[in-house]
């Protein structure tokens, strides 16, 4: 399949198409669709790891990958064999090549995805829109055994709209006739539409409430109310995972209800979930930290877990970020807990040129930035500015993240060494 092809086109038509072509595997597979603008593929890992936990057979889809498209449709936690992988791509190509109108990269993705959970039977599929909500390919499926919904901000203006409201109101599309849906705390707006929305349909809404015990080095602990009430764990880092890990608990606690599932498992799954490239600590020397941090509001949750004292060190910042991104703003959000900053520009056609981002800021005495336009030189000089016992932080866009990632592993001195 081709990364680049047809580019963004909202709209359900392309991929109803596939999946009557398909036999509609929508149709066979109990669904957890999660909406909102961050925290959605935190939310579908953390619930995921549960649903297994509980004993049953969990699909799981997500976007963007880290590098490979691949990534982005698990069932139990692994990646589909490389022959089911092409087989699948193979039918959905032929399913495609009959539409009407050529499909999307992300439509095809999403046609494959179900065919897969569909084939292997699973018992329950977690969905994370890939943009918006109403005209989504993954809002083809019916009314959901579950809808979960993030915290809605500014993000993507060209396609959703210039306001929180306008962004909610496309993102509430998810919400489904008589449907059951988890929602996080909102923006006023955001939440009215929410509510609106939920009223139209005659859908239940729950708003999960949560109490912060700790956040640290070893990941985040909450106490839950109500259906999952009890203490909750996870080792991705920063305070802000304590609402992803609440409306979790909460989804899991409304799906578990009436079931014999053991919970003491389930809470022991979602405490050891993985999530790449969210704060995620690389092994090596120097220490070496990454973050998507692909928006505003992703950005200021970035610096605020970099104020938690066991995140508080002079970083040598990797920077770079797609060109429909306010790069400036969010960038002015994590300057004071940076010690020197190198910019970049992730690979493909929407990073951004470093040059610009240099030009858009007023920089603060001492940290006036460096442009290195290949990713590899930009994470050399800043392993360099860190010497092994410093720490280098890479953040901006989920696909510098997984650039990141993927060098660190092969470049970084072993820890110790």
Request: charged residues 15%.
């Amino acid at each position: 399949m081709d990364r680049a092809r047809f580019g963004v086109r909202p709209g359900l038509g392309r991929t109803a198409h596939l999946m009557a072509r398909l036999g509609h595997p929508e149709r066979s597979v109990p669904v957890v669709h999660i909406a909102g603008t961050n925290g959605k593929g935190s939310t579908a890992a953390l619930i995921a790891a549960g649903l297994r936990a509980a004993g049953l057979t969990t699909g799981l889809y997500t976007s963007p990958d880290l590098g490979d498209l691949q990534e982005r449709v698990q069932v139990d936690g692994a990646l589909l064999p490389e022959g089911e992988w092409q087989v699948l791509a193979r039918r959905v190509e032929a399913a495609a090549a009959s539409a009407p109108e050529p499909p999307t990269l992300f439509e095809c993705l999403t046609a494959l995805a179900l065919a897969a959970f569909a084939e292997r039977s699973v018992a329950v599929a977690v969905l994370e829109v890939g943009l918006g909500g109403s005209f989504d390919a993954t809002n083809v499926v019916p009314v959901p055994a579950l809808t979960v919904i993030t915290p809605v901000a500014v993000d993507h203006q060209e396609v959703l709209g210039s306001t929180v409201a306008a962004i909610a109101r496309d993102k509430a599309g998810v919400i489904k006739d008589g449907g059951r849906v988890v929602v996080a705390p909102q923006a006023p707006h955001a939440r009215a539409e929410v509510v609106h929305r939920a009223r139209e349909v005659g859908a239940v809404l729950r708003w999960p409430t949560h109490r912060l015990l700790w956040s640290d080095a070893s990941g985040v602990t909450i106490t839950v109310h109500g259906s999952a009430a009890g203490v909750w764990r996870t080792k991705l880092l920063g305070r802000h995972q304590a609402g992803n890990l609440a409306l979790a608990a909460a989804a899991l606690g409304w799906l578990g209800e009436g079931l014999s599932w053991d919970w003491d498992a389930v809470q022991t799954g979602v405490a050891q979930a993985n999530w790449p490239a969210r704060l995620e600590v690389l092994p090596g020397r120097p220490l070496g930290l990454v973050d998507g941090a692909h928006n505003l509001h992703a950005a200021h949750a970035l610096a605020k877990a970099l104020a938690e004292p066991h995140l508080i060190r002079p970083w040598h910042l990797v920077w770079g970020t797609f060109q429909d991104k306010p790069s400036a703003a969010m960038l002015r959000a994590v300057l004071p807990h940076v010690a020197s900053v190198v910019l970049t520009r992730p690979s493909g056609p929407r990073g951004q040129d470093p040059a610009v981002i240099r030009q858009q800021l007023r920089w603060p005495p001492g940290l006036a930035p460096v442009v290195e336009g290949r990713v590899s030189e930009a994470l050399r000089l800043a392993v360099r500015r860190a010497g092994p016992g410093g720490a280098v932080l890479v953040a901006g866009s989920l696909a510098l993240a997984g650039e990141a990632r993927q060098w660190w592993a092969l470049e970084s001195l072993p820890p110790g060494g």
